[in-house]
């Protein structure tokens, strides 16, 4: 059993930068993939960006390839989103998922564990 909790959302203007974090608990956090999806109003949850349990290998949705990056900290069982030049468009609900497996990586139904979410607002 995983349990996310995010943290960092806010509001910020066009081109600015905000860092998301994702705390798990359980244990094995190492043997999980994490993922961060998100939300806007009135549309379906997107993949955003996945990263393996290692860190080695990472995987980004082409709208958010050259602005977001993903990382990981393994001892400090968390996983952040740092988001650069940020975009009106990129408004949603961001939330963390994790899976050990996931069968497709940038799919919704691919991960167990899910966050609450955190709401990120960027103005024009």
């Known amino acids: 059993q995983v349990q996310l909790v995010e943290s960092g959302g806010g509001l910020v203007q066009a081109g600015g930068s905000l860092r998301l974090s994702c705390a798990a608990s359980g244990r094995a956090f190492s043997t999980y993939t994490m993922a961060w999806f998100r939300q806007a109003p009135g549309k379906e949850r997107e993949f955003v960006v996945a990263?393996?349990?290692?860190?080695?290998?990472?995987y980004y949705a082409d709208s958010v390839k050259g602005r977001f990056t993903i990382s990981r900290d393994n001892a400090e069982n968390t996983v952040y989103l740092q988001m650069n030049s940020l975009k009106p468009e990129d408004t949603a609900v961001y939330s963390c998922?994790?899976?050990?497996?996931?069968?497709?990586?940038?799919?919704?139904?691919?991960?167990?564990?899910w966050g609450q979410g955190t709401q990120v607002t960027v103005s024009s």
């Open positions: 998922a994790a899976d050990r497996h996931p069968i497709f990586i940038k799919s919704v139904g691919g991960y167990d564990y």
């Open positions: 990263i393996r349990g290692s860190g080695g290998t990472t």
